[in-house]
């Protein structure tokens, strides 16, 4: 089955809204991927290098056709490792409903870390931009301190860091009045970041397909009945 | 020169298996309307061009081989 963000961890109940559902950004990757477009592009012109005898001094075309074939290779193996990178930095999650908050990391290709924290354990939240670029992007760092022992988390390369920070404390405030799970919304001007868009109203929540069709709280009207 | 031809084909027949790995350990978490296939596609297109390339060239030398 393929998941969808009303199935999107294991344990979520059936009428569980969510109101963040975030991977990294994009524009955090680029460093990474320059550094991949690099190394291919490097090893695509020492191929075509190779064809010319006057670049390398080589006549053996023995040589020459294991070189050429070495490189490519070289770069097909960079191509599975680029792919194993985005993945990697693709499935990191951050997700955010009306009685938790989860993280998802994709640490390693085998190695996946699912953390749970239910939201009257969230003592703080703070959100980070730091850089040009991040500046520039609006995305950075979430940090949210828990209650207890617990650890702190550490989102990272988030788009809209204050917003999904204003939208965790609010629901997590709300949660800690003793207010009904179904009846938790934020009061907070974006209500929701879902795949890194905002979101300003439950209808366009549901119509993302973050809500339940039958959830009280798809029409303000209808939340405070 | 086949010889090397036949190592060639060994080695990417090792990474299309630990492709088909990658892939298959990755699209278990895919979400509905995510870029996990687009990201597939893209790079299956690129392993296959770079295949089409790199024994392009090799026909080139092996050409000039069979000329001399």
Redesign the interface.
């Known amino acids: 089955m393929?998941?969808?963000?009303l199935h999107?961890f294991p344990g979520q109940d059936q009428n569980e809204a969510v109101f963040v559902f975030a991977r990294p950004y994009p524009v955090a990757f680029l460093g990474t991927a320059l550094i991949f477009f690099i190394v291919f592009i490097f090893s695509?012109l020492g191929?075509?290098a190779?064809?010319n005898t006057n670049f390398f001094q080589i006549s053996d075309?023995?040589v020459?056709?294991?070189a050429?074939?070495f490189?490519?290779?070289f770069?097909?193996?960079t191509?599975?490792v680029?792919?194993?990178a985005?993945?990697d930095f693709?499935?990191d999650l951050i997700i955010v409903t009306d009685r938790r908050l989860i993280d998802i990391d994709?640490e390693q290709?085998?190695f996946?870390r699912i953390a749970e924290l239910s939201l009257e354990d969230i003592e703080d939240v703070s959100s980070q931009t730091q850089g040009f670029l991040q500046d520039l992007f609006n995305y950075g760092t979430v940090e949210i301190q828990t209650a207890g022992a617990k650890d702190n988390f550490n989102i990272r390369n988030i788009h809209m860091p204050r917003e999904v920070a204003a939208i965790t404390l609010d629901l997590s405030e709300k949660a800690k009045r003793g207010v009904t799970e179904h009846l938790r919304l934020p009061d907070t001007s974006i209500m929701g970041v879902i795949n890194n868009r905002a979101i300003t109203s439950p209808g366009a929540l549901l119509a993302a397909?973050a809500m339940q069709p039958t959830d009280m709280r798809r029409s303000p009207r209808n939340a405070f009945e | 020169?086949n010889s090397?031809?036949i190592?060639?084909a060994l080695?990417?027949l090792i990474?299309v298996g630990?492709?088909v790995l990658?892939?298959y350990?990755?699209i278990r978490?895919?979400?509905?309307d995510?870029?996990?296939l687009l990201?597939?596609g893209l790079?299956s297109l690129?392993?296959v061009l770079?295949?089409i390339?790199?024994?392009s060239?090799?026909s080139?030398?092996?050409a000039?081989?069979i000329g001399?």
């Open positions: 393929i998941n969808d963000l999107s695509v191929q075509l190779l064809m075309t023995n020459i056709g294991f050429v074939l490189l490519g290779i770069q097909l193996a191509i599975i680029f792919l194993v985005v993945l693709y499935y994709q290709l085998f996946r397909g | 020169m090397l031809l190592f060639y080695f990417v990474l630990v492709g990658v892939i350990n990755f978490y895919r979400f509905k995510d870029k996990t990201f597939i790079f690129l392993f770079d295949i390339l790199t024994l060239l090799f080139a030398v092996s000039s081989t001399l």
